[in-house]
């Protein structure tokens, strides 16, 4: 599986895919449908796709008004406009009537790359996971992005979609991926700590597993799609399990999947947990791969913070 | 319109007013000002121009109200009871804790609420949305939608207007209840909107100004929005905020204050003289 594809690729192409299955499903996009690969919907349903021009509040409401008659809308800009720049629309628009509306955002994190600070939205998981009803998934792949893409569709209610600019490996097999709103997948086992990832964090999960297997350390490896509603169960099994948690998102560490971990850790079965992400800082432009390693969101990161939360234990 | 209907809606906004007053006094709380500057539109909206049903709120061709100017959720929920889709003896209850008439209104719980708003400035988007759907599927169900001539400082308003005027959502109709006044004072001397008429033409509107308290001009103004195809329309609503009770009349420091006893006892007369 060595195909990189970007998340919103999928996202697009899945929009596509599903539009031909569910008749209600309506496009929203705000001037950013090449970007965002909307434009692959709009291509094959011009009718039921509508720009809002750069006007991210009003698409967000807009999209609130279409889901009160029964269209399943998707409304897409990049996170830092979707969620940040549309907060309150979000909140109390679509949050607060619990509205059946969709938010693909795209071009999240720090992986945005050339274009900077301005445009790298490491804040929006901890955002919207704050609003209550809202679902969060941040997929780590094309494979689970477009079962995301799915899953949000069959699913009645708001739902964040995450999605990423840069092009990513595919991890999962399209035939045999199982996705479900709400459930952690166990990579692999392990007994001395459990690395939660998601995102593209779960590939670096993956490789700091074999660079800290090469160390004798067995990790065990979680990915995350879902950080709202989070698996609580997956969670509090690893930290019985393996007493110890690494969590890795492209997100700052303040708010996200790591704070969400912690949340179920403390309160069901403290153990330590030392989270990967970006440290309270703003981005910069540059290309993607020095990028993750200036930010510390490498496998390298992360076996670092496993040894930490190993000696922890102790 | 003849004298009798005029009568009728008269004597029907008057007791709307009344439930007004009712709902602000039994919180403590609320919006009088423009709620009983909006009353005699939203009268007229849900006893003569919308296709609803109280028996089956939710049906699917409907017409549909956005509540832009959300504060003034006393004027729809009077409006609602009125029109049999909750009891009126449920508008006492207006922000208990225990009520399902929420300080703003909450279409998850309040009958006959179609979008929950409050938050200006964005009611007019999602009523722009509920048309653009209508267009989408071929039905003949219209929009309306009242906002406040303070909340158009909102930029999210303009948004909207230009969308809808992309758009030619001609199902969707949109009145702005310009009472002169919001929180702060006169909304000249807090951020000028003037020319409102002028500024929605702009954005691709038919736009017709009226006397809000007239039903005679506001029965023209909902014929004219009909017929008009092609365009959006918007009504600007020259009104008096807390019109019908003497000394409420364009203050702004009734927009946001429940009167007190004796307060509600003189209102409750003057209006009840009027029936």
């Known amino acids: 599986m060595a195909d990189k594809i970007a998340t919103r690729q999928a996202y697009g192409d899945a929009l596509a895919e599903f539009g031909a299955i569910y008749p209600d499903l309506v496009v929203l996009d705000a001037d950013l449908a090449g970007a965002t690969k909307t434009g692959v919907f709009k291509k094959a349903f011009p009718d039921r796709f509508f720009d809002c021009g750069i006007a991210e509040g009003n698409m967000m409401c807009v999209a609130a008004g279409l889901s009160t008659t029964g269209k399943i809308p998707f409304a897409s800009s990049f996170a830092m406009f979707a969620a940040g720049r549309a907060f309150e629309q979000v909140r109390n628009a679509i949050g607060y009537p619990h509205l059946n509306v969709k938010i693909g955002a795209t071009h999240a994190g720090i992986s945005v790359g050339e274009d900077g600070a301005t445009h790298q939205c490491l804040e929006d998981i901890a955002i919207m996971r704050t609003i209550p009803g809202m679902v969060v998934i941040n997929p780590a792949d094309a494979t689970e992005a477009r079962a995301a893409v799915e899953a949000a569709i069959k699913y009645v209610g708001p739902v964040y979609l995450r999605f990423g600019r840069a092009a990513v490996p595919v991890l999962f097999d399209k035939a045999t991926y199982k996705f479900e709103i709400g459930k952690g997948i166990q990579m692999n086992e392990g007994r001395d700590v459990t690395i939660v990832a998601n995102g593209l964090m779960v590939e670096q999960a993956l490789a700091a597993r074999e660079l800290l297997a090469n160390e004798g350390i067995d990790a065990a490896v979680i990915n995350m799609p879902t950080v709202k509603p989070i698996d609580s169960e997956i969670i509090i099994n690893a930290a019985k399990k393996t007493g110890a948690i690494v969590t890795a998102e492209e997100h700052n560490i303040i708010g996200g999947l790591g704070s969400a971990v912690a949340e179920v850790v403390c309160e069901n079965m403290p153990v330590p947990v030392v989270r990967v992400g970006t440290n309270d800082v703003f981005g910069r432009s540059g290309k993607v791969p020095p990028l993750l390693e200036m930010y510390g969101l490498t496998a390298k990161n992360i076996c670092e913070s496993a040894k930490k939360a190993i000696a922890l234990k102790k | ?275």
């Open chain 2, 1 to 275: 319109m003849t004298p009798e209907k005029k009568n009728q809606l008269k004597k029907t906004a008057n007791n709307v007013r009344l439930s007004i007053l009712e709902a602000v006094y039994s919180a403590s709380s609320g919006h009088p000002g423009g709620s009983l500057s909006v009353a005699d539109i939203l009268t007229y909206l849900y006893f003569e121009e919308m296709n609803i049903d109280p028996k089956d709120p939710k049906k699917e061709d409907r017409d549909r109200f956005v509540l832009s100017k959300g504060h003034t959720s006393p004027a729809l929920y009077s409006v609602l009871a009125e029109r049999g889709f909750f009891p009126k003896s449920d508008i006492k209850t207006f922000r208990h804790i225990d009520s399902y008439l929420q300080g703003h209104p909450d279409m998850k719980h309040t009958p006959g609420v179609d979008m929950s708003s409050g938050s200006l400035g964005q009611g007019m988007s999602v009523a722009c949305g509920m048309a653009l759907s209508a267009k989408i599927s071929g039905k003949n169900y219209r929009v309306y939608s009242a906002l406040g001539d303070g909340e158009i400082q909102e930029g999210q308003i303009w948004e909207a207007a230009m969308f809808a005027g992309h758009y030619h959502l001609d199902n969707l109709c949109i009145v702005v209840d310009n009472n002169n006044l919001q929180i702060d004072g006169r909304i000249t001397d807090v951020m000028n909107p003037h020319p409102i008429d002028e500024k929605f033409k702009a954005f691709g509107f038919e736009v017709m100004v009226i006397d809000g308290h007239d039903f005679d001009q506001i029965e023209a103004a909902y014929k004219k929005a009909k017929e008009t195809k092609g365009k959006p329309f918007a009504i600007i609503a020259k009104t008096i905020k807390g019109k019908g009770v003497s000394f409420m009349e364009d203050q702004a420091s009734w927009h946001g204050t429940a009167p007190n006893e004796e307060q509600y006892q003189a209102a409750v007369k003057e209006l009840t003289a009027n029936n």
